[in-house]
């Protein structure tokens, strides 16, 4: 079987160069892409009669929006085309403040741990093989999911062409490790590899591989053969410990684990630990940011004067706000568009700005430090222009290893359309 990764999908020439060298082999074959609803016409379009045609199975990653959506544009788009209404399965349920609601996530551990009183606003969860591969055993033709993890459809669509069973750890390993290269796209072929100003100019192409039933996994690009640095750069990009890389379908040991050319070789793998990989968001607070500007003769003079008056007024704040107080400023406003960076060291200075950042635990306490800033604006030293000022919630993303028992995944076939 043969996989093909063609990253985000919305450049038609390089995804369909890719499915030329995907096809270039017997089968099954497998094309991943990333998408987003308004890029399916653009990005599918060109390639969409000869998956349905070769029997070329599409998985699509919506990394943010409504995975049926893009579903449907897909099934509209084949009616445009004049071809058959192919068989579109739909992963979703990633959401879990939707399927769980926020008491279900209390007690999680995540990285960083939140703040004592911040309010869970968003949890979302990465999800694995498991739901691609009942659907590809149910015919799907298309599968559009919401977010994954890396190696999720290389996992499912290898057990599927094999029918490895899901104790056979070590097989499902390899597939892992082989989804993971691939869906760093051209930096796995060399694109971080290659500088203009050592190597000779070459083209980077996209990355393709055999995965061979007995777990065996060989590499090709589109374009140059891949050179091993960058697979095995790929590979091991972010992994913290490669004894005990964790997917939700299997435990990855990449202690014995060879690159001998293109061919990987003696990836290891256990049981999953039971959990998926996830993020909460929480909304920790208030923030505010403020600025304005001074031009001409004086202004730096102008700006301490502002800033001074912008510190007494701000000194009666609730001493659980943080604030930092800025002048910023070498021709920062008054360099017009399309002037040379170059010319800085020949110009004088003549433009600075004064920056306020606020941080409070309520929104009221932030809209009172900018009604100060306001206040120095308007009553402060003369001349100040370019004012502006914003207040939103502060959120912070902290990783989670969120436990099996409280994911729903949703996998379905699309009906028909009306």
């Given at each position: ?80 085309l004049g071809r058959r209404r192919p068989r579109v399965g739909i992963v979703d349920g990633g ?201 001409g003769t004086g202004a730096a003079g102008r700006a301490i004067h502002a800033a001074r008056a ?109």
């Amino acid at each position: 079987m043969r996989l093909a990764h063609a990253g985000r999908g919305g450049r038609p020439d390089e995804t369909k160069e890719a499915l030329v060298h995907l096809t270039a082999a017997p089968g099954p074959h497998c094309l991943m892409l990333r998408l987003a609803l308004r890029d399916v016409e653009r990005a599918l379009a060109p390639i969409l009669i000869e998956c349905l045609s070769g029997r070329v199975r599409l998985a699509i990653e919506v990394p943010a929006g409504d995975p049926a959506a893009v579903a449907h544009a897909v099934n509209a788009l084949a009616a445009k085309l004049g071809r058959r209404r192919p068989r579109v399965g739909i992963v979703d349920g990633g959401d879990l403040l939707a399927t769980q609601g926020g008491a279900g996530l209390l007690g999680v551990p995540c990285d960083p741990p939140p703040p004592p009183d911040s309010v869970l606003v968003a949890a979302h969860v990465r999800f694995g093989a498991a739901p691609l591969l009942a659907l590809f055993a149910k015919g799907a033709e298309i599968i559009v999911s919401g977010p994954l993890t890396p190696s999720a459809t290389a996992i499912a669509f290898a057990r599927y062409a094999h029918r490895w069973p899901a104790e056979d750890h070590a097989r499902i390993a390899a597939a892992a490790a082989a989804g993971r290269i691939l869906a760093a796209g051209p930096a796995a072929v060399g694109g971080d590899l290659f500088d203009p100003a050592i190597d000779a100019p070459r083209a980077i192409g996209l990355p393709i591989c055999d995965v061979a039933e007995d777990g065996a996994v060989v590499f090709e690009s589109t374009r140059d053969p891949p050179p091993v640095a960058g697979l095995a750069l790929a590979l091991l990009d972010g992994v913290e410990d490669p004894r005990a890389w964790i997917e939700p379908d299997v435990r990855v040991d990449l202690d014995d684990a060879t690159l001998i050319g293109a061919r990987l070789s003696g990836v290891r793998g256990d049981a999953a630990p039971g959990h998926l990989p996830g993020t909460l968001v929480f909304e920790t607070g208030f923030v505010g940011e403020a600025e304005l500007a001074y031009g001409g003769t004086g202004a730096a003079g102008r700006a301490i004067h502002a800033a001074r008056a912008l510190e007494t007024r701000l000194a009666g704040m609730p001493p659980d706000m943080r604030v930092r107080i800025e002048i910023v400023g070498l021709d920062a406003a008054t360099r017009g568009c399309g002037a040379r960076a170059a010319d800085l060291a020949v110009v004088p200075g003549k433009d600075v700005r004064v920056r306020l950042a606020t941080r409070a635990p309520t929104r009221d306490a932030v809209d009172a430090a900018l009604a100060e800033f306001a206040a120095v604006a308007a009553f402060g030293p003369a001349g100040a222009g370019g004012v502006r000022q914003s207040a939103h919630p502060e959120r912070r993303v902290s990783i989670a290893a969120i436990p099996a028992a409280l994911t729903t995944a949703r996998a379905s076939l699309l009906e028909a359309d009306a």
